[in-house]
């Protein structure tokens, strides 16, 4: 048996491939997922009138991420965090199916001292049918310095985008906002997002402080994850199998720190709803800024 490398950008390299690996969906999966990200929409907690269930659509997002596990360590290489992340949806992962996992890195590069690296990955099902495709952004080796408790700023509160709020995709249309979402991840729901199986800078304390943090933050998958279900009730169908998002996670999101979930949107174009979205802090920093869109 080939033994895993140690995670660390040195010895990253652009080209090499992971998996494919196999996941099948089950309902201790689903639920584990509904609690982690705070999001219990019944739609994704039951079969439908047609018998089937299908889960949340970022549900296998973690799994993709972490593909290169089948090559690397995890837990070795020291802190890492999640910079950025991009993902097509083109369906929801269903109770009783499973899914194939690959992917490969395609960029590595230095930015004001920090080490990056780009991860490409998809799910399929046992068919070949696309589940998702994504792009991931990572800083290695964390240390302390790299990654701030609140981004710079100018000492001024965030000014809000302002309109009208629509209370449904009939009243879309450019400068109308969507009803924003409150959310507040517990270590409860950092642990079970992370897992237990290795020990990180999202369930373990003394990672987080030797990394450099106030303390153990969110997944940025969690808050993309609230982008989603703000997108998918507006949305629906047109987010599930279309949807597209591109985010930044600007700063770390602490344990128990309330945040503010919202999306404008700036126009409507080829069929499509295009969005800026962001995420706020109770204090007024953003941890997450993008943009996503869904057909219409």
């Given amino acids: 048996m080939t033994s895993l490398k140690e995670r660390r950008w040195e010895i990253m390299e652009v080209g090499e491939e992971f998996g494919p690996t196999r996941v099948t969906v089950d309902l201790a999966m689903v639920r584990a997922f509904a609690f982690s990200v705070d999001d219990f929409t019944p739609a994704h907690l039951q079969p439908q009138s047609d018998g089937v269930h299908r889960a949340h659509p970022a549900l296998l997002?973690?799994?993709?991420?972490?593909?290169?596990?089948?090559?690397?360590?995890?837990?070795?290489?020291?802190?890492?965090?999640?910079?950025?992340?991009?993902?097509?949806?083109f369906g929801c992962p269903e109770v009783g199916k499973t899914y194939t996992i690959s992917g490969r890195h395609t960029e590595k590069y230095i930015k004001r001292e920090k080490q990056y690296i780009v991860l490409e990955s998809e799910v399929r099902d046992m068919a070949g049918a696309l589940l998702f495709r994504q792009r991931s952004t990572h800083i290695r080796g964390l240390r302390p310095g790299v990654a701030k408790a609140t981004p710079k700023s100018s000492g001024q509160p965030i000014k809000e985008p302002e309109g009208p709020v629509a209370r449904n995709k009939n009243e879309v249309r450019p400068g109308v906002l969507l009803a924003p979402l409150h959310k507040r991840f517990s270590q409860e729901h950092l642990t079970v997002f992370a897992g237990a199986s290795w020990r990180n800078i999202h369930n373990d304390p003394e990672i987080a402080a030797d990394a450099g943090l106030g303390g153990t933050i969110a997944s940025g998958l969690q808050t993309m994850a609230a982008v989603c279900e703000l997108m998918?009730?507006?949305?629906?169908?047109?987010?599930?199998?279309?949807?597209?998002?591109?985010?930044?996670?600007?700063?770390?999101?602490?344990?128990?720190?309330?945040?503010?979930?919202?999306?404008?949107?700036?126009?409507?174009?080829?069929?499509?709803?295009?969005?800026?979205?962001?995420?706020?802090?109770?204090?007024?920093?953003?941890?997450?800024?993008g943009g996503a869109s869904a057909r219409i």
């Fill in 232 to 289: 998918e009730f507006y949305f629906e169908d047109g987010w599930i199998n279309g949807g597209h998002i591109a985010v930044a996670f600007i700063a770390p999101l602490l344990a128990d720190e309330p945040i503010t979930v919202g999306a404008q949107i700036t126009e409507l174009a080829s069929g499509r709803a295009i969005a800026e979205v962001w995420a706020t802090t109770s204090t007024g920093n953003r941890v997450l800024v």
């Fill in 61 to 89: 997002c973690r799994d993709a991420r972490d593909v290169i596990g089948t090559v690397y360590d995890l837990s070795s290489g020291g802190a890492g965090m999640h910079a950025k992340h991009e993902c097509f949806f």
